[in-house]
């Protein structure tokens, strides 16, 4: 982490109004934080759309057991990409369904390309990717 740097930023009332009603209910202390944490947000998503940047994603799966070999499809997925499975999390949240929650690393192209395959095996109700930078340096 650097040295701190102060700038100051010329902005529309109205928008700034609705800035610090967004600060109030996401809880932050002041504009700054939440200034340095959009910042980092659009760093980690230009990452993101680089594709050859080293991330670490979350793959959230939720699927309803019972589908013919569906838990072996994916059992399988995670086998074929052993090396960028780094854990998997494997909830019954009811009779029939389950969710599942991967993590990923490697690039952010490989994982979206993994993240899209698990999602789209038949009988995946609902999927969601969640990447961020595996590079220490943008954390708080």
Do not use: P, W
Request: aromatic share 4%; net charge negative.
């Amino acid at each position: 982490m650097g040295d701190t740097t102060r700038f100051g930023i010329s902005i529309d009332s109205d928008l700034l109004e609705s800035f610090d009603r967004l600060l109030i209910r996401k809880g932050y202390q002041n504009r700054s934080e939440a200034i340095r944490d959009l910042i980092r947000a659009a760093i980690v998503e230009e990452k993101q759309e680089s594709g050859d940047e080293e991330m670490v994603g979350t793959v959230t799966l939720v699927y309803n057991h019972h589908v013919r070999d569906l838990s072996d499809k994916l059992t399988e997925h995670q086998h074929q990409h052993h090396h960028q499975v780094v854990s998997a999390l494997h909830v019954h949240l009811d009779a029939h369904n389950c969710l599942e929650v991967l993590i990923l690393r490697g690039t952010s192209a490989a994982i979206t390309r993994i993240a899209d395959e698990l999602i789209g095996v038949k009988g995946v109700k609902h999927g969601r990717l969640f990447m961020t930078t595996a590079n220490a340096e943008h954390h708080h």
